[in-house]
Nanobody, 124 residues
Framework: QVQLVESGGGLVQAGGSLRLSCGASGSIFTINAMGWYRQAPGKQRELVARITSGGRTNYADAVKGRFTISIDNAKNTVYLQMNSLKPEDTAVYYC??????????????????WGQGTLVTVSS
């Protein structure tokens, strides 16, 4: 199994900043990519930002220029620096990892891991 642990959510005023972190652990052979998704009340989960192990990134249009995703491959950790936060950024943010996992039979299989979510609340 692969476990993801997120941290860094909280309450911030509009225009403020927060930094989310997500560390992966467990039976990881390799991580292909990590990303952040968010789900606001009454809405579907959506991609915020994603980064490959090689550093290639993509962002949702709504966060381009304000959010920056980065990855520390040695620590299996992804970060999301969120600046100029807006009330519409309020959501539960989920970490995701696209991994190759070592199974109990010592084979490899793809495993899509999710964190438990961290709440980000931006007040106006």
């Amino acid at each position: 199994q692969v476990q993801l642990v997120e941290s860094g959510g909280g309450l911030v005023q509009a225009g403020g900043s927060l930094r989310l972190s997500c560390g992966a652990s467990g039976s990881i052979f390799t991580i292909n990519a990590m990303g952040w998704y968010r789900q606001a009340p009454g809405k579907q989960r959506e991609l915020v930002a994603r980064i490959t192990s090689g550093g290639r990134t993509n962002y949702a249009d709504a966060v381009k220029g304000r959010f920056t995703i980065s990855i520390d491959n040695a620590k299996n950790t992804v970060y999301l620096q969120m600046n100029s936060l807006k009330p519409e950024d309020t959501a539960v943010y989920y970490c995701n990892a696209d991994t190759m996992m070592i199974t109990s039979s010592a084979s490899l299989e793809e495993y899509d891991a999710w964190g438990q979510g961290t709440l980000v609340t931006v007040s106006s």
